[in-house]
């Protein structure tokens, strides 16, 4: 126990999760490989390839395992994981002979097999056959991939503390104490990680309860030696006093660990991350058969609609399980009677929107144009509510299951602006996201006023959003840019939305995740004397 003036702590402060960058574990196993070798088992080796700017290079490879066809690899790979990136890898198993690198004529291709990373980390194990050139099939052998997100040990301690019976070391007045709590490091120096507020004039004091994030305290090691001194000692007085113990005790009055769970503890866990376009039909796009349209349907290029489409459509496709996508316009005259819709079904099926893959959405948008009148005005508002009202039936559920993400695609600023700022705030309640790219040139000056960047949406009557849940980009931004740099854009803060819908919610991912440690600790009774 020490006097001094009083001090903040140097402890990192938990305000709120911080952006997702993620690095995951793959661990690699194979069954049933073929056999090359005339006289024992094939040598299996696994090269793990990436693809960059659309070349596969080799990021690393496991160790070798001898005459062995049903191969568990020692070797870990370890990735860095994006979110709003399409993470393309490949596989690919040789039976290796001597000691020469693979390449080799004398190495035996033994199947390869593509993925994403946000197809491993979506199934957490998944199992895919290896194939051969040409699709061959490599009889029946299998590849395992696992996948373990090793940079999720996120939370914090919340410490109460007190102390009984302290020295007196002023004249006329009582101790002013403060506590230090101090974390051994390797090298066995200290580093102070938290300093309690002074409490004037008191030998019994009792500090008010802190939080200290999981990194500040122990670097998430929960073997980690801290240093707080519990019976407060005074070597002169031990020397001095032959009957001395103490010069008071501190008691550790209560501790509770909260976990803070990332992005991929949810997705690793079963969450389901449900995909929804809106698409705007209003007559400001211009006639699609006309090549001036932006919804002109050129043979040998995807319109800007498409291209935004596809670009967050691939990436979220790997987070749904049935890979089935709702899809639906907005601002059009429909069949049968050619009244205008702020809400339909682009397939006509009102009973059921969805379609079979990002492919099945496309072939929808194409094939309604011919069918539809474009109209207007441009209100999304009803579209939001109605995805809204379905992602709350799926908050009420409890669970971490379900995610939703909307992206909506229009060529001008909304016309019901007081409405969609309502149902924005309404819908930062659930659990959904919003994206909204703005296609052509038109003046998007107002619709930032959605995206919550600069300050924070609020409704009409003044009420705030609960959550920013809304992105905004012109796609002329990225014109020159490749499909994937807006895809990045729009989608980076995703992970963050659904780590902070469910921890508002207090709802933990549906597996169980690593446990640190249990919080179960009695305070300490010591009656101290001297």
């Known amino acids: 126990m020490n006097e001094a003036q009083e001090a903040t702590s140097p402890a990192t402060s938990l305000s709120g999760p911080a952006t997702c960058v993620s ?152 101790s002013d104490p403060f506590l230090e709590i101090f974390r051994m490091n390797d090298d066995g120096t200290e580093q102070l990680v938290h300093r309690t507020e002074v409490i004037k004039n008191n030998l019994n004091p009792v500090w008010e309860p802190f939080k200290v994030s999981l990194i500040s305290l122990c670097s998430c090691d929960e073997e980690r030696k801290l240093k707080v001194s519990w019976d407060c000692l005074n070597p002169k007085y ?59 349907i050129n043979p040998y290029q995807p319109n800007e609609y498409l291209k935004a489409l596809i670009a967050v459509g691939e990436i979220c496709q790997d ?64 579209i939001i509510n109605r995805i809204a009202k379905v992602a709350a039936g799926d908050g009420n559920i409890k669970d971490a299951s379900r995610y939703h993400i909307l992206l909506i695609l229009t060529d001008g600023v909304v016309t019901d602006m007081a409405d969609t700022r309502e149902a924005i705030v309404r819908a930062s309640y659930q659990p959904l996201s919003i994206i909204i790219v ?27 959003v609960l959550r920013d849940i809304v992105q905004f980009v012109p796609f002329r931004d990225f014109k020159t840019a490749s499909p994937a740099a807006l895809a990045k854009c729009v989608l980076a803060e995703v992970p963050g939305q659904v780590v902070e819908y469910f921890s508002h919610k207090a709802i933990s991912p549906m597996s169980p995740m690593r446990e640190l440690l249990t919080p179960i600790l009695s305070p300490v009774a010591t009656t101290p004397t001297e």
């Open 23 to 174: 690095k995951v574990e793959l661990r690699v196993s194979c069954k049933a490989l073929l056999d090359r070798d005339t006289l024992n088992k094939s040598d299996p080796c696994v090269v793990l390839m990436v693809q960059n700017n659309g070349q596969w290079i080799e990021l690393d490879r496991t160790e070798v395992i001898k005459s062995n066809l049903h191969p568990v690899f020692a070797k870990v790979f370890g990735l860095d994981y994006y979110f709003e990136e399409v993470q393309k890898l490949r596989f690919e198993v040789y039976d290796i002979h001597g000691t020469h690198s693979i390449g080799t004529r004398d190495d035996d291709f033994l199947g390869g097999m593509e993925c994403t990373l946000g197809q491993i980390v979506a199934q957490k194990k998944m199992i895919k056959p290896l194939l051969l050139k040409y699709g061959k099939y490599a009889g029946k052998s299998t590849i395992t991939v696992h996948a373990e997100e090793i940079s999720g040990n996120n939370g914090y301690v919340e410490l109460s503390f007190c102390a009984k019976k302290l020295d007196d070391k002023d004249l006329f007045s009582k």
């Open 238 to 296: 031990k020397q001095k006093k032959r009957n001395y113990k103490n010069s008071g005790v501190v008691i550790l009055s209560d501790l509770k660990l909260h976990r803070v769970y990332s992005f991929l503890d949810y997705i690793m866990g079963g969450c389901q991350i449900h995909f929804t376009v809106a698409i705007d039909f209003t007559a400001s796009n211009g006639d699609p058969r006309n090549s001036c349209s932006l919804h002109y």
């Open 319 to 382: 987070y749904d399980s049935d890979k089935r996508f709702s899809a639906l316009g907005f601002g059009a005259r429909i069949p049968p009677n050619y009244e205008v819709s702020h809400d339909f079904a682009i397939n006509f099926n009102p009973e059921d929107d969805e379609c079979e893959g990002i492919q099945g959405v496309v072939e929808a948008y194409q094939n309604c144009l011919p069918k539809i009148q474009l109209y207007g005005p441009t209100n999304v508002a009803p």
């Open 438 to 464: 703005g296609v052509g040139n038109a003046d998007f000056t107002d619709m930032q006023i959605l995206d919550g960047d600069d300050g924070v949406l609020r409704s009409p009557k003044g009420e705030p």
